[in-house]
C-alpha cells in the first residue's frame, strides 16, 4: 500500500476518534435533559408532539410497557411503508408513472426498513416513486435509527440506576433521538452533499443525448412480445442504435445523509454509494464513510458518561477499534494483493509478482483499493450496508471481511445503538466467564450478572446465529434457493450465507451474485430481519428492567476492573471465540475454500 494510503486510513481514524468526545456529550445531555439551549427552544415544540399523540412525557415506563411500545410502534411504521409502496402508482411525486411494488417485494423492503436494515432487493430508481422513497423509506431511516438508540439508552439506565421499577419513557427518547441528534447532523450533512453535486430535485428523469452514438444487437421480438427464434432455437436479434441516455435524478441527499448517520444504508439508486449522483466526489465519499461509524462510535461515550465513569466507555471504544483495524488490514490487504491467477498471466505485473493495481474488479477507479476496503469494513462493521464497490467481487479473503463482521453480531461500533447494546451484551458475557475464573459472582458496573441476566444474554447470542445457519441451509436444499445462485461452488456458497448473515444481523449488504428478488428470498430474508432485531432488542430490554431494580456494590478487591486493557484484551477474545466457534465451519466451506482453490490455480 501506497503512503498516500495509509495517510488516508490514519485521516479517516483520526478525525473519527476525534470527534468521539464533543458528540458523545452531547447526546449524554440530550437525553438527561441538561441542554439549555434545547430546553428553552426545543421544549415548546417537544411537547407539542407529545400532546397531540397523547403521550405523557413524565410517566416512565417498566421495560415490558417500554418493549411493547417499542415492537407496536415498529410494526405500524412496517404496516405504512408497505402500503405506500403498493399504492404508490395512485399516489403523487410519482413523475416517471412506476407502478405498484409487488406484494412480497413490498414486505421484504418494509420489514427491511422497519429493522434498520435497508436490504434492498430492488432497484431504487425503477421501482420507487419519490414519494416511496421520502415519506416511507427515508422516514423509516429516522425512526428505525432511533429506535436502536432509544433500546441502548434504556440498557444504560439499567446500569445508572439503583433498585428503580422503571427504564424511560420510549417516545421521549425516540423523540428526542430524532429532533435533537439525527435531524440535525442530517440536515448539515445533506447541505455539504448537495454542495459536493449530490442531486436533491422533484424534477423527472432527464433524456440526454449521447456524446458517441452506441450500436448493439437488440432480440427481435414477435407481435406478442416475446423473443424470434431460429430453427435451429437461437435468438434472432436485429442491430439497435442508442443515442440517447436516461438519467435518474430526484431527492437523494435528504436520504443518503440519514442513510449514512444512521446506518441505515438503503441507496437511492440500485447501485448505492458507488453511483456518481449519489457519492460525486472524493471528499462526499469521506464524509459518507465517516458518518456511518460516527454515532455508534460516540454513543461509547455516552456510555460512559450516563453511567458515571467514562473509562467504561472508553473501553469499550478500543475493544471496537481494536477489532475494527484489525479487519480492515486483512480487506486491504487481501485486495491489495490481487488475483494469483493474472499474476501468473504477467497482467499488470510488478518485480513482487503482483498485480501493480491489485484486485480493481467491481470497485471505482476515483475511489480506489483504499477507500473501497475501508468502506467495505466500516458498513459492515457497523449495521449500515451501503456500498461504493461490489463485495462480490473482491477476492475470498476480501470478501470474508464484510462477512464475518456482521457474524460477529454487528457490536464492532455497530448500528445506532444496536451495536453498542450488542457489545455490553458481550461484556455481560466476559465478566460472567472472569467470574468463572476466579470462582466469584460476576459484576459489571456495580451490578450483579445473575442467572436472569446470563439466560436473557445466550437468547440474544445465540439466536441469530442459529436464523443464519438453519436460513442458508434450507437455501442450499431448495430449488427456489438454489434457483437465485448465478455462481456454482464455493463462492455461490458464500453469496447465499452474506444473504444470511446480512439480513439476521441487519446489514444490508449483499454479494450481487446471488438473484433475491424472489418470493423465497423475499420471505426468508424479512423473517431473518424480525428475528435478528426484535429478538436481541427484547432480552436487552429485559436485562435493563432487571438490572434497573438491582442495588450498587461497592468497588472491592475482588471487583474485575472493567476499564483496564486486561478486560479490554478479554473483551475482544470472546466476541472472537464466540464469533469464530458459531460461524467457522460455514466459513470452510465458502470463503476459505474459495481462497485455498484461489491460491492453487497452476
Known amino acids: 500500500m501506497t503512503a498516500n494510503g495509509y495517510l488516508q486510513l490514519a485521516l479517516y481514524l483520526g478525525v473519527l476518534l476525534l470527534l468521539v468526545k464533543p458528540l458523545g456529550a452531547y447526546m449524554a445531555n440530550v437525553y438527561e435533559g441538561r441542554v439549555a439551549f434545547l430546553n428553552r427552544f426545543g421544549a415548546p415544540f417537544e411537547n407539542l408532539l407529545y400532546r397531540l399523540c397523547g403521550v405523557k412525557p413524565t410517566q416512565e415506563m417498566r421495560w415490558t410497557q417500554y418493549a411493547l411500545a417499542m415492537l407496536v410502534f415498529n410494526l405500524l411504521g412496517a404496516l405504512a411503508v408497505y402500503a405506500l ?67 441502548l439508552v434504556a440498557l444504560i439506565r439499567g446500569f445508572a440506576r439503583k433498585t428503580a421499577d422503571t427504564i424511560g419513557n420510549f417516545w421521549v427518547d425516540l423523540t428526542r433521538s430524532t429532533l435533537y441528534i439525527l435531524l440535525p447532523l442530517s440536515l448539515i450533512l445533506a447541505l455539504v452533499l448537495v454542495g459536493q453535486g449530490m442531486v436533491q430535485t422533484f424534477s423527472a428523469y432527464k433524456t440526454v443525448p449521447l456524446v458517441e452514438s452506441v450500436e448493439y444487437d437488440n432480440p427481435k421480438l414477435d407481435a406478442a412480445g416475446q423473443p424470434v427464434k431460429d430453427e435451429k432455437g437461437n435468438p434472432v436479434t436485429e442491430k439497435a442504435t442508442q443515442k440517447e441516455q ?36 472524493p471528499l462526499s465519499n469521506f464524509l459518507e464513510v465517516l458518518a456511518i461509524l460516527l454515532i455508534p462510535a460516540a454513543l461509547t461515550y455516552t456510555f460512559g458518561r450516563m453511567v458515571g465513569d467514562t473509562r467504561q466507555g472508553w473501553a469499550v471504544l478500543a475493544a471496537m477499534t481494536v477489532i475494527f483495524v484489525a479487519m480492515l488490514a486483512l480487506c486491504v490487504g487481501s485486495e491489495q494483493s490481487g488475483i494469483p491467477a493474472l499474476s501468473k498471466l504477467g497482467v499488470d505485473q510488478t518485480a513482487s509478482s503482483l498485480q501493480a493495481g491489485g484486485n480493481m474488479e467491481g470497485k471505482e477507479t476515483r475511489f480506489g483499493i483504499v477507500n473501497s476496503a475501508l468502506w467495505a469494513t466500516a458498513t459492515t462493521v457497523a449495521s449500515n450496508g451501503s456500498v461504493n464497490a461490489m463485495h462480490d467481487s473482491f477476492t475470498p479473503l476480501g470478501g470474508l471481511v464484510p462477512m464475518w463482521n456482521m457474524q460477529l453480531g454487528e457490536v464492532v461500533f455497530g448500528g445506532v445503538g444496536s451495536g453498542l447494546y450488542g457489545m455490553l451484551i458481550f461484556a455481560i458475557v466476559a465478566v460472567f466467564v472472569a467470574g468463572l475464573m476466579i470462582g466469584r459472582t460476576p459484576e459489571y458496573l456495580g451490578k450483579k450478572i445473575q442467572a436472569f441476566e446470563m439466560k436473557m444474554a445466550a437468547v440474544a447470542l445465540l439466536l441469530v446465529p442459529l436464523v443464519i445457519l438453519v436460513g442458508t441451509a434450507i437455501a442450499v436444499m431448495v430449488d427456489p434457493g438454489k434457483a437465485g445462485v448465478a455462481n456454482p461452488g464455493a463462492h455461490g456458497f458464500s453469496e447465499i450465507l452474506y444473504a444470511f448473515s446480512s439480513a439476521a444481523n441487519n446489514n444490508g449488504s449483499a454479494f450481487a451474485g446471488l438473484s433475491a428478488n424472489t418470493p423465497f428470498y423475499n420471505s426468508a430474508l424479512g423473517l431473518a430481519m424480525l428475528l435478528g432485531r426484535y429478538w436481541l432488542a427484547v432480552p436487552v430490554l429485559a436485562i435493563a428492567g432487571a438490572l434497573a431494580a438491582k442495588k450498587k456494590i461497592p468497588v472491592s478487591a475482588g471487583t474485575l476492573p472493567t476499564h483496564t486493557p486486561l478486560f479490554v484484551g478479554l473483551l475482544v477474545g470472546v466476541v472472537v471465540i464466540v464469533g469464530a466457534l458459531a460461524f467457522f465451519p460455514v466459513l470452510a466451506l465458502g470463503p476459505i475454500v474459495e481462497h485455498l482453490v484461489m491460491i492453487g490455480v497452476h
Open 85 to 151: 409502496q403498493r399504492l404508490q402508482a395512485y399516489l403523487p411525486l410519482n413523475p416517471q408513472a412506476l407502478p405498484a411494488v409487488t406484494e412480497d417485494s413490498s414486505f421484504n423492503t418494509a420489514v427491511s426498513f422497519a429493522t434498520n436494515t435497508n436490504w434492498q432487493g430492488y432497484g431504487g430508481e425503477t421501482t420507487m416513486s419519490y414519494l416511496t422513497q421520502m415519506l416511507a423509506l427515508t422516514m423509516q431511516n429516522f425512526v428505525s435509527a432511533a429506535t436502536g438508540m432509544a433500546v
Open 246 to 281: 436516461v438519467i435518474a435524478v430526484g431527492p437523494a441527499a435528504s436520504q443518503i445523509a440519514i442513510k449514512q448517520l444512521g446506518t441505515n444504508g438503503g441507496g437511492f439508486f440500485n447501485v448505492n454509494s458507488a453511483h456518481p449522483l449519489e457519492n460525486p466526489t
